[in-house]
């Protein structure tokens, strides 16, 4: 596996169910990002997760809760959602830059929720 | 607060031509850097191309280029010689010198490339 991959592809749920999204990097990044991308919509950032602690929560409901147990991996846990959580959950990786520069992030390929 | 503005939501251009598309931000700030990324059908977000704010010279990739105009607070992403490849959903970034972990998204612009 090479990049930032993203599991499951697609997901189906319930507003009872709990269930998770799951986000690996193969790039050796130190932080870690959970984005929402719905229709229509400038792409959210929903967290931010830097040496494998959180650094940003753009006040997302309680009903996400991430996780990060180490460096290359990166959960979205979800229940009780809502049919407008409906939308492309993308998980992206970087390098913090050490002096001055910006960090490059590079995506996966998403993850579809639809909530029925 | 920083806001990317994509006014063109579809774009459509014939293969070989040449087709740009348009992108203002708004930001106070002095230092910072703007971004094209390219999300094909696969839905994977590729980077395009970057701009560093305190550079006059507008950066190039091969058949990408843009035109930065920081007085007006313009990005525009211009594709020359379109290939059928590029169609995706072009969006535009601004990033913060003080805050990289913060990329800012506009709508998007879908653009598609008949042959």
């Known amino acids: 596996e090479t990049g930032v991959t993203q599991t499951p592809r697609h997901l189906v749920m319930g507003m009872t169910n709990k269930k998770s999204l799951k986000c690996e990097q193969h790039?050796?990044?130190?932080?870690m990002y959970w984005y929402k991308q719905s229709a229509k919509k400038p792409l959210e950032l929903m967290f931010v997760y830097s040496l494998e602690e959180r650094v940003e929560n753009n006040s997302v409901p309680s009903r996400f809760s991430p996780e990060c147990p180490n460096s290359s991996h990166l959960f979205l846990h979800l229940h009780t959602l809502q049919p407008e959580d409906s939308a492309l959950y993308l998980c992206?990786?970087?390098?913090?830059?050490?002096?001055?520069?910006?960090?490059?992030?590079?995506f996966g390929p998403g993850t579809r929720l639809t909530v029925l | 607060a920083q806001t990317v503005t994509q006014s063109q939501p579809e774009m459509s251009v014939q293969e070989a031509e040449t087709v740009t598309l348009s992108c203002t931000y708004d930001t106070s700030e002095s230092n910072y850097y703007l971004f094209w990324y390219k999300q094909p059908p696969s839905r994977q977000m590729i980077l395009v191309i970057r701009?560093?704010?305190?550079?006059?010279q507008n950066a190039t990739e091969n058949r990408f280029s843009v035109n930065f105009q920081k007085a007006a607070k313009s990005f525009s992403l211009k594709i020359s010689d379109s290939q059928l490849g590029d169609t995706a959903m072009y969006f535009c970034a601004f990033m913060n010198s003080y805050n990289t972990d913060k990329l800012i998204f506009g709508t998007g612009t879908r653009l598609q490339v008949f042959p």
């Open positions: 701009q560093e704010a305190y550079k006059q």
């Open positions: 992206a990786s970087s390098q913090e830059p050490t002096s001055g520069g910006y960090n490059e992030q590079f």
């Open positions: 790039l050796g990044h130190n932080a």
